[in-house]
């Protein structure tokens, strides 16, 4: 805070203006804390509500449980349905949105002219800012009856629909991430490669993807986190049946749906009310899991570039 | 340069919403006064999805003959508003489900005496598409379906088309009234079964796919979907009146005692002919009077 040279002219300034200086600083610095304290508060929350289900139910038993009938005289609460339908979404979505996202962004990041990057860089950023209801409307209209002519399946309503919207919605995240990665690789290299004789595209996949593929690692990694907390989507087009999926051209329920499509009408502080916090805290576990994974991966690639 | 672009993206949306406009006329009719009356007060109200339409044109008419009176309404789920009146936040729960017992117990133990008004009923429809062949089932053929021990149209006289299952999620007071009309209180909905988020999604995936079967309540019967015959009888309002048509469903009002002051004027002012009225307009089945 006080560095030598920098005594005299604080010294000139009124005691009026250094405390103001000094709560904003405080200010700033509870800001920086508040986000730490936000996502503790959330754990803490999650875990006190589930406390009732994981006494008694148990929660491995819900983990691994098959059947999710939570109304019924005897309810039975098993995850393993919601899990697997999430697990199927997000390897769709993923499977989607990986070829296609890092296809955009060598595109976007070595190709584009700078008009065109600065557009389509403009309308990825649009993409991330249209509701999910309005892409789940969007599916439910134009997706759900194809999807089932195509395919020729009994329904269009499958795990498989949702994965290809939630694809579509992992887009921009994937993209922007994996443009920073890309932008991030010093352009040396680029311009070494291309002095020793290497075409633009031999540069690109010789050079320039295996320096950023840690970025562009943690960029899927990210879109991967996103996708499996999607909601709305999969809540209207994955079809929330309680099978376990075995394929994704069925009907399958996800953690994120069941938890938005049940919490409303439950007894609030009830036993079914208290095992959709558990699932929650267990979605809650995956996804944080996956951003830390990400965000880590990415933290290595910030150092590689910085020496 | 991309400020520019946004700038422009910006601007057409904003022109497309202006000219998907058209014109709005004010409507001065709705804020007449009442005849005279001097009712004052505000009436919370929170509960059941299902009911929030009906729940709205009820405090519209109301608040019209009764400008003093203030009611405000919340959706959220027959849940949502349960908890709400036993927390205290709420005059009114609306409920599509009687109250449960653990929601009894609760409510004990806060010191709120939960009284049920049932307000209106709502019939079920059991639609299919349009192009489906099969007119009507039994209550056993419709039980058999939804438990996945009938899987083929062919079974009960269509084509030889494996059945879609379409249900309401379990969060929904339909879904937990047709399991135990229809499905069995004892017995389970088929694994197979879609439950879905909304009854506009049932009428979404019925009206799109011929092999579809699902339940909506009636006031949300479109013409793109196939109303089916239950034991020979026709979904109707009529038939839920007299009470041959089974499948039909009471729709609560919970308030903490029994309702005094503005509260009784409007719970009695529902279950008025007035009242009833509003219930037929929307679609639902009005109580017998």
């Known amino acids: ?11 000139g300034r009124p005691a009026q203006r250094r405390a103001a200086e000094s709560v904003l600083t405080r200010l700033i610095q ?20 589930a406390a009732r289900a994981i006494s008694e139910v148990g929660l491995w038993e819900m983990i691994t449980g098959t059947d999710w009938y939570p ?49 389509a860089k403009t309308i990825i950023e649009f993409m991330a800012a249209v509701p999910s209801v309005v892409l789940g409307l969007v599916g439910i209209t134009l997706l759900v009856p194809n999807v089932r002519t195509w395919l020729d399946l009994d329904t269009g309503l499958t795990a498989f629909t949702a994965g290809l919207v939630v694809g579509v919605m992992a887009l921009p995240t994937l993209i922007s991430i994996a443009e920073d990665a890309m932008h991030a690789v010093p352009s040396d290299l680029r311009t070494g490669s291309l002095a020793l004789g290497n075409t633009r595209w ?61 919490m409303a009408e439950v007894v609030q502080g009830g036993l079914h009310y208290s095992v959709l916090f558990a699932m929650a805290l267990v979605l809650f576990a995956v996804t944080f899991a996956i951003n830390l994974a990400a965000d880590i991966v990415l933290e290595r690639q910030r150092k590689r570039w910085r020496r | 340069m991309k400020k520019w672009i946004a700038l422009a993206l910006t601007v057409a949306l904003a022109l497309t919403l202006v000219g ?22 505000a009436i919370n109200v929170e509960g059941s999805d299902t009911m929030v339409n009906l729940s709205q044109a009820w405090a519209e008419v109301f608040q019209t003959q009764n400008p003093g009176v203030m009611i405000s309404l919340k959706g959220g789920g027959s849940g949502t508003g349960i908890a709400a009146l ?72 269509g084509p030889d088309k494996a059945i879609v299952l379409l249900s309401r999620d379990s969060s929904s007071g339909t879904y937990e009234y047709f399991k135990e009309e229809v499905v069995g ?105």
């Open chain 2, 20 to 41: 998907c406009g058209g014109t709005t006329e004010p409507t001065d009719a709705a804020q007449e006064p009442g005849a005279g009356s001097e009712l004052t007060g």
């Open chain 1, 71 to 119: 109304t019924s005289e005897n309810p039975s609460f098993g995850f393993l349905p919601a899990e697997v339908g999430s697990i199927w979404v997000t390897i769709v979505a993923v499977a989607l949105c990986m070829p296609l996202g890092i296809a955009a962004t060598i595109y976007i990041s070595e190709f584009a002219g700078k008009r065109v990057k600065e557009l």
């Open chain 2, 86 to 157: 036993i927390n205290g936040t709420v005059d009114f729960a609306n409920a599509s489900r009687e109250m449960k017992p653990e929601e009894l117990t609760q409510a004990q133990g806060k010191g709120v005496t939960p009284v049920e008004t049932e307000v209106a009923k709502d019939g079920i429809a059991v639609v299919v598409n349009p192009a489906n062949p099969v007119t009507g089932l039994t209550m056993d053929q419709l039980g058999k379906v939804y438990r996945g021990e009938i899987t083929n149209w062919k079974d009960v006289g």
């Open chain 1, 202 to 262: 031999q540069t690109v996949y010789k050079v320039v993807l295996p320096s950023a593929s840690s970025g562009i690692f943690a960029a899927v990694m990210l879109a991967t986190g996103r996708a499996i907390g999607e909601t709305m989507v999969v809540l209207m087009l994955a079809g929330n049946s309680g099978v376990i999926p075995t394929a994704p051209f069925v009907s399958a329920r996800t953690m994120p749906g069941t938890i938005a499509g049940e």
């Open chain 1, 1 to 11: 805070m006080s560095h030598a040279p920098q005594q005299g002219r604080r010294r």
């Open chain 1, 30 to 49: 509870l800001s920086g804390i508040a986000a730490i304290l936000i996502l503790a508060a959330i754990t803490v929350f999650l875990t006190l509500n």
């Open chain 2, 185 to 289: 209180k004892e017995l389970e909905y088929a694994k197979e079964a879609k439950l879905l988020p909304s009854t506009q999604a049932i009428i979404d995936e019925t009206k799109g796919n011929p092999e579809a079967i699902g339940y909506v309540g009636l006031g949300y019967v479109t013409p793109d979907v196939k109303v089916l015959e239950i034991d020979g009888k026709a979904a109707s309002v009529e038939g839920a009146l007299d009470g041959s048509y089974v499948l039909s469903r009471g729709l609560y009002m919970y308030s903490n005692g029994e309702p005094a002051d503005v509260m009784k004027a409007f719970i009695d002012w529902i279950l008025s002919p007035e009242g009833q009225k509003v219930v037929e307009d929307q679609g639902f089945v009005p109580l017998a009077q």
